[in-house]
C-alpha cells in the first residue's frame, strides 16, 4: 500500500518536476488544492499576491518570493496562498512580477545599492543567451548552430545528387555523370555514403565510389572502407580498395584491423586481403590471432537434429578447412559452432612477411615475428663505445 501511494504521488509530481518546480509543504489532503492554484496561477495573473513569476514558456505561478534577500542563484522559494510552497528552477523564469498592480520585470536585486537586473540581463551576464524558446551558453549556441548548418548542407548535396542520378536514366545523362563526377566537397560524403546503401547499379557504385577517392577526406576514406567491407558486390570491394591503396591514408589500416574480430567471416576476410593489399606490416600481429577463428549460426528450431560433431577434409594435406559442432534440443534453435581456417589471411602474412609461411600454424607465425623484431631492434643494442665495450655509445 506504501508502495503504491509512493509511486501515486511520484506520478502527480512528475509534470511539476519536468518544467522546474518541486512542490514542498503538502499533505496528501492538499494536493488537489496545491495543483489547482498552480495552474490557476499559470491562467490567471490577475490574482492577489505578493509576486508573480513568469516561467519561459508562457505559464505563472503566484506567491511571495521568499528568498528575494538571499540572492537566490539557483531556484526561487515560493509560498502560495493556499499554504505550502514550491521550488522554482530559476533557468525556468523568465522574469518577476513584484506586487499586484505595478508589475515590475526583475529577478534578483543587483548587489549594487539602488539596482535592479532584468531577467534577460542576468541571464546574459551569465553567458547565457537566447536560442529558440530556451537560454543556452553561448558555445553551445554556436555548436547547435554549426551541426545545423552541417546537416542543411548534407541535404543539399543528398537533394542534388539524387536528381543527378534520376537523370542518368534520361538523354541528358552525359550531363549528369560529368556533375557528379565534378563534386569534390567533403560535404557530399554523406550523401554518396547513403546513396551507395540504396545503390543497385554497379556502374553507378563504381561512380560514387572513384568521386568519394577524389575527394580524399576523412570522412570519405572512412565511407570507402565501410563500402569496401559491407557491399556485397566484389566488384565494388575491390574498386574501392584500388582508391585506399591509392590514397595511402594512416588511418585505413586500423579500420580493416578492427574487422579481423568480426563476427561475419566474409567480412574478416575481407579486411585480412585489404591489409595484406595496403601492405602495412605492423598488421602481422593482428593477422595472426585471426588465422583460425570460430563463428556460430544460429538455425530455426524446424531443422531438428541431435548432438552431432563432424570434421570435413578437402584440404591438400589431409587438413580440415573447416569443423564444428551443433547443439540443439527438441523445441530450441540449432546453434552451429564452425571453426574456420581464413586463407585470406594466411595470403596477407605470406604477402607481409615476403613470401614466409607457416601455413595455419599460430604459434610458429608468432616465434618468427618475435625473432624478426628482435633481430630490428637488436643493432640499437649493439652499439658500444669503444673506450669503455660496457658503455653504451652517446
Known amino acids: 500500500m506504501e508502495n503504491h501511494r509512493s509511486q501515486h504521488k511520484n506520478r502527480w509530481l512528475r509534470p511539476f518536476h519536468d518544467i522546474g518546480i518541486a512542490i514542498r509543504g503538502f499533505n496528501r489532503g492538499m494536493r488537489t488544492i496545491a495543483g489547482f492554484a498552480v495552474l490557476i496561477a499559470w491562467g ?52 518577476v512580477l513584484a506586487g499586484q498592480t505595478e508589475p515590475r520585470p526583475m529577478l534578483e536585486e543587483d548587489p549594487s545599492p539602488s539596482r535592479w537586473v532584468h531577467g534577460t540581463q542576468r541571464m546574459e ?89 577524389d575527394i580524399a577526406c576523412q570522412a570519405s576514406v572512412q565511407a570507402l572502407v565501410g563500402i569496401s567491407l559491407q557491399d556485397p558486390d566484389e566488384e565494388v570491394f575491390y574498386a574501392s580498395l584500388a582508391e585506399l591503396v591509392r590514397l595511402q591514408s594512416p588511418q585505413v589500416p586500423s579500420l580493416y584491423v578492427e574487422s579481423l574480430t568480426h563476427k561475419n567471416n566474409a567480412r ?41 560433431s563432424f570434421v570435413r577434409s578437402e584440404m591438400p594435406d589431409g587438413s580440415s578447412p573447416w569443423e564444428g559442432t551443433a547443439y540443439t534440443s527438441q523445441d530450441s534453435p540449432i546453434v552451429l559452432y564452425r571453426t574456420f581456417r581464413n586463407e585470406e589471411v594466411l595470403q596477407a602474412l605470406i604477402q607481409l612477411s615476403g613470401g614466409v609461411s607457416f601455413g595455419f600454424h599460430p604459434q610458429a607465425w608468432k616465434s618468427w615475428l618475435a625473432n624478426q623484431q628482435h633481430l630490428s631492434a637488436a643493432p640499437l643494442h649493439a652499439r658500444r663505445d669503444p673506450a669503455d665495450p660496457d658503455r653504451p655509445a652517446r
Open 44 to 95: 490567471n495573473s490577475a490574482l492577489m499576491a505578493d509576486d508573480v513569476l513568469v516561467l519561459e514558456h508562457g505559464g505563472r505561478i503566484v506567491g511571495r518570493w521568499e528568498n528575494r534577500d538571499k540572492q537566490p542563484e539557483e531556484n526561487y522559494e515560493i509560498s502560495l496562498p493556499e499554504g505550502g510552497g514550491l521550488t522554482v528552477n530559476a533557468a525556468k523564469v523568465q522574469r
Open 125 to 213: 551576464s551569465r553567458g547565457y543567451v537566447r536560442h529558440g524558446s530556451r537560454w543556452r551558453m553561448s558555445q553551445d549556441v554556436q555548436l547547435i548552430e554549426e551541426r545545423e548548418d552541417l546537416e542543411r548542407r548534407q541535404k543539399e548535396w543528398l537533394q542534388k545528387l539524387r536528381h543527378w542520378r534520376g537523370m542518368l536514366a534520361t538523354p541528358q545523362a552525359r550531363q549528369a555523370y560529368e556533375k557528379i563526377l565534378a563534386v569534390n566537397d567533403p560535404m557530399a560524403v554523406w550523401a554518396l555514403r547513403e546513396l551507395l546503401r540504396a545503390e543497385y547499379a554497379t556502374q553507378v557504385k563504381l561512380l560514387y565510389i572513384h568521386v568519394l577517392g
Open 268 to 308: 574478416l576476410n575481407r579486411a585480412a586481403h585489404a591489409l595484406g593489399r595496403l601492405g602495412d606490416p605492423s598488421c602481422m600481429a593482428p593477422l595472426i590471432e585471426a588465422l583460425i577463428t570460430t563463428h556460430y549460426v544460429i538455425l530455426p528450431p524446424r531443422f531438428k537434429a541431435r548432438q552431432t
